[in-house]
């Protein structure tokens, strides 16, 4: 078992592109992490599998979108070199995994999990039934850290029950069978903003569904239609003259998840930094054109770059497969070698080798 070795386990479900709130809440710390060389492993999982519990009559969309995922992850710096990528329906052992914890886990407890009553409430399933591989999405997530020896996982401030059940299924399997689990710690942003980005129009997630996301692979015309027609502001921000709040200002939300002291200097060189700005804003005088437009330039800078890298990538699709392939297979053996050491925990490696005959025997002596 690997417990002094620091080992990360993230990932994403592939069910469309990727977003600038996953860029902010998730692929940028990745790269920090990665480029920090204080970890011996990080494993980036896509998550087809669970991506299916609620897509089961769409394949296809899964399918199309781990190229979409992939590329999003190459696009912003995420390096094969450093990083592990591979496909959770491709290897087996978490499946089995899956199953054994199942059985340390009640219906009861899982019910009470708040992140599984909020997703099942987003998406419907308490009107249309709930299926057993969504409800069961925690212990496939348990299944997932353990299988990597994983100590560190990244997650939003809205994952940490997810984790907390994992914590609990580790701690339960190795009171049973003794010390045999990492138990993993979650690592969340430490800027509040970056931990949740709002949609555009200020709801509390962006969703492909409401429209109200900004991707990674948007076109710059798409970024400012978003920003200009879909960004509110303040509605008591009539007139230029008049003063405006900026909490809860979506326009100053974004900026403050993206904008930079430097940018100032680049696009609006009249400030010096972000909170003069919002000085003058709260103050009146300060329009929300000129705002929008400063964000805009803002958020160009961020999604140039990606946007170039991925433009490269998609010319080579080729070598994204031989990654995914490669990581896949290297994933393969480790999450193979920790379920044989669970199997051995539980005393169900009967064929390991010929020891169980030797039981049998003596059981078989013992009746008699």
Request: aromatic share 8%; hydrophobic share 35%; net charge negative.
């Amino acid at each position: 078992m690997s417990n002094e070795r620091n080992i990360i386990l993230t990932g994403d479900r592939p069910t469309g592109r990727l977003h600038l709130g996953h860029y902010v809440g998730s692929l940028k710390r990745r790269v920090d992490l990665q480029d920090s060389g204080d970890f011996d492993e990080i494993y980036i999982l896509i998550a087809d599998d669970q991506a299916l519990t609620d897509n089961v009559d769409n394949p296809r969309k899964i399918r199309d979108n781990i190229v979409n995922v992939m590329l999003d992850y190459l696009s912003v710096g995420l390096d094969p070199d450093k990083v592990t990528f591979c496909v959770q329906s491709q290897l087996p052992a978490l499946h089995a995994l899956t199953f054994y914890y199942m059985n340390l886990v009640t219906t009861a407890r899982l019910s009470r999990n708040p992140t599984v009553k909020a997703e099942i409430q987003m998406r419907g399933f308490a009107d249309e039934g709930l299926p057993v591989g969504f409800f069961a999405y925690p212990v496939s997530q348990a299944a997932d850290i353990t299988a990597f020896d994983a100590n560190i996982v990244p997650v939003g401030e809205d994952q940490l029950p997810m984790l907390e059940q994992t914590r609990e299924i580790v701690e339960k399997f190795n009171r049973i069978y003794g010390k045999t689990l990492v138990l993993p710690k979650a690592v969340i942003p430490e800027n509040e903003t970056q931990r949740r980005l709002p949609g555009v129009d200020g709801k509390a997630k962006m969703s492909k569904s409401l429209g109200n996301c900004i991707y990674l692979s948007d076109t710059p015309k798409t970024v400012k239609k978003q920003v200009n027609g879909k960004m509110f502001t303040d509605p008591t921000h009539l007139r230029i003259e008049d003063p405006g709040h900026t909490e809860g200002n979506v326009v100053f939300t974004y900026l403050d998840a993206f904008c930079q002291d430097e940018d100032f200097v680049e696009f609006l060189p009249e400030y010096s930094c972000l909170e003069e700005m919002k000085e003058h804003y709260r103050r009146g005088g300060l329009g929300d054109g000129k705002c929008k437009k400063f964000l805009i330039n803002v958020l160009e800078k961020t999604l140039a770059p990606i946007r170039e890298s991925r433009a490269k990538w998609e010319k080579d699709i080729d070598s994204v497969y031989d990654i995914i392939l490669s990581g896949t297979n290297k994933a393969r053996e480790v999450t193979n070698g920790t379920l044989h050491r669970v199997e051995r925990a539980m005393q169900i490696n009967y064929f390991e080798d010929r020891t169980i005959v030797k039981e049998w025997e003596n059981l078989l002596k013992s009746q008699h």
